[in-house]
């Protein structure tokens, strides 16, 4: 359980870290850093939308970062976040929806839409559209086997 | 398939929480396999097993399986 416990540390840096670079990418959004090196000028639902996908990233790593942190400091805790991530039901219901690859791949075209976004619009609203796509039916695979199992 | 989990943990006045978390599995993993939607792999229903002092096939049941071709 020691093991896993640093692996979770290592886990609460990465979040403090996507935490930092949401927030800093929020203060450039914020100044007109982004519109002296943008090719055109967002417009504002355009810049709306990158803005909360950024809060997103950043509110959610604080919540992980709430999780992990409390599991640490809790060996119950920590056992049952283990036994969560490496249960054998789960894990095949993981697998059958397509993670962890899924999530991986819609990570990068979320965040390769952030910053083409600044860029050009049409490339920005694709990679959005099809990461979103991409993760509902990973969502509504996983929910139907976890009915079905 | 069949298993004897749900009356082994009233026996015993062992929650669902308990024995997942004595046998590394989750309470969804558990209910699971207790209404017979999800079966155990061999190591699961090992731990299950040892948990009640029992052996594998005193928890599980596998009379379905009974006629194996030789």
Known sequence: ??????TIRKRMILCGFLAAVAVGLGILHQSEFFD??????PNEALAGFQAGLLSGFGVLSLLLLYKYGKAVKDDTKLKILY???YDERQNLIR?????????????????AGIIAGYLNEIVFYTLILAAMIQLTLGAMVKIYYMRKM | ?????????K????????????????????TSIEVGKYTASLVLAYKIARYF??????????SEFNEVNK
């Open chain 1, 36 to 41: 002296l090196i943008s090719l055109y000028t």
């Open chain 2, 1 to 9: 398939m069949k298993t004897k989990i749900k009356e082994l943990r």
């Open chain 2, 11 to 30: 026996q015993r006045k062992i929650s669902q929480e308990e024995l997942a978390l004595a046998v590394g599995t989750t309470r969804q993993t558990i």
């Open chain 1, 83 to 85: 036994n969560k991530e």
């Open chain 1, 95 to 111: 697998q059958k929806a397509g993670m962890p690859m899924l999530m991986i791949t819609s990570g990068i075209m979320i965040f």
């Open chain 1, 1 to 6: 359980m020691e093991k896993y416990r640093k």
């Open chain 2, 53 to 62: 002092d029992l052996t594998i096939e005193e928890v599980f049941d596998f």
